[in-house]
């Protein structure tokens, strides 16, 4: 179990910002490919549609736009950035996706890499870039979430292709000598569990000379035990997100807002319920974008700031969880 320790420096929120693609894939839309309906999808998933990337669209045009709206917000110039982390399991190069949304934002400063860790990404970044603000190494960091699913989707899988699409979501944080908003985490990883949501290689045998062979690398298409993936969410999200609540002298009662990864609204209702917070507390957007992986959590939190639900210095807890199996918790004050 990882948690935080005493720091030099506090974090605090300056910015957020998210892009989701232009292309809508509907319920009805799926139910033309499968034997489904609105109302089956609606029913298990609380999904509607999702967003689709064209061949236009790539994780390092969907992050640098989330993390250009977050860099406005905070009003940041590009060159005071200093790290710059992608949380992502497609990216657009294998070596690293970051990089190029460094250059492509002009952050000519600042260091980039990619963090991969799936539904569980975006927070296991947040966390990662906040020990680097607060240990004094860097002053400001872009935390980016962003995930193409669609392209390795099943499209004929009923039990998966109704729940991924793609997007965004973008936070600037910043170190701060006085203020603190960041109040702790805890991150969790069970291996033995991992086999229940993959996306593997399966690459071709081929032979380099003689007998020398190698595994030509190529990914299969998201495989996933949904039923375990559901009694695994609903049952370790509550626990980690209460235990960091005990743990810093907080109770469920004095959270405004109860951030989790959108990955399906009966986890949403079930995890809320269990942790005794009401459901106009529980944000949701999966209604309309399914579950966008590392970019649920940014994309559902800058929609929120922007249409003025979640206001300033309201208290967050957030979780992502999913492949690995991972899961974790954090809780913050936004601003």
Request: net charge neutral; charged share 20%.
């Amino acid at each position: 179990m990882g948690e935080t320790n005493l720091s030099q420096f506090g974090i605090t929120f300056k910015g957020s910002g998210s892009y989701i693609p232009k292309q809508i894939l509907t319920n009805e839309d799926l139910s033309r490919i499968v034997d489904t309906s609105d109302k089956w999808i609606k029913t298990r998933t609380g999904i509607s549609k999702r967003r689709i990337s064209s061949i236009h669209e790539s994780v390092c045009q969907m992050g640098y736009e989330a993390a250009l709206r977050a860099m406005e917000m905070a009003n940041w110039s590009p060159d005071t950035i200093d790290l710059i982390l992608l949380a992502t399991s497609t990216p657009n190069d294998l070596f690293g996706s970051a990089p190029r949304i460094q250059s492509k934002l002009g952050a000519k400063n600042a260091t980039a890499f990619d963090l991969t860790a799936a539904c569980s990404g975006f927070l296991f970044s947040l966390i990662t870039g906040a020990q680097y603000l607060q240990n004094g190494s860097f002053k400001r960091a872009l935390i980016i979430g962003a995930d193409q699913l669609s392209s390795y989707v099943n499209w004929l899988d009923r039990g998966s292709c109704i729940l991924f699409g793609d997007g965004a979501g973008a936070l600037a944080i910043e170190a701060s000598d006085d203020i603190n908003n960041f109040y702790g985490f805890q991150m969790k990883t069970d291996g033995e569990r991992g086999g229940f949501l993959n996306l593997s290689v399966c690459g071709s045998e081929e032979e380099i000379i003689d007998d020398i062979k190698v595994n030509k690398g190529k990914f299969s298409n998201i495989t996933m035990n949904g039923q375990e993936v559901y009694k695994f969410a609903v049952r370790e999200v509550p626990i980690v997100i209460d235990n960091l609540l005990k743990q810093l002298n907080y109770n469920s009662s004095e959270v405004d807002w109860l951030l989790l990864h959108q990955a399906n609204q009966r986890i949403l209702d079930a995890v809320g319920e269990r942790l005794n917070i009401p459901k106009e507390k529980v944000l949701s957007n999966l209604n309309n974008y399914g579950n966008t992986s590392a970019g649920t959590i940014p994309l559902m939190l800058d929609e929120s700031i922007r249409n003025k639900k979640v206001k300033q210095n309201d208290l967050i807890a957030t979780s992502g969880f999913g492949a690995g199996l991972s899961w974790g918790a954090a809780l913050f004050r936004w601003g």
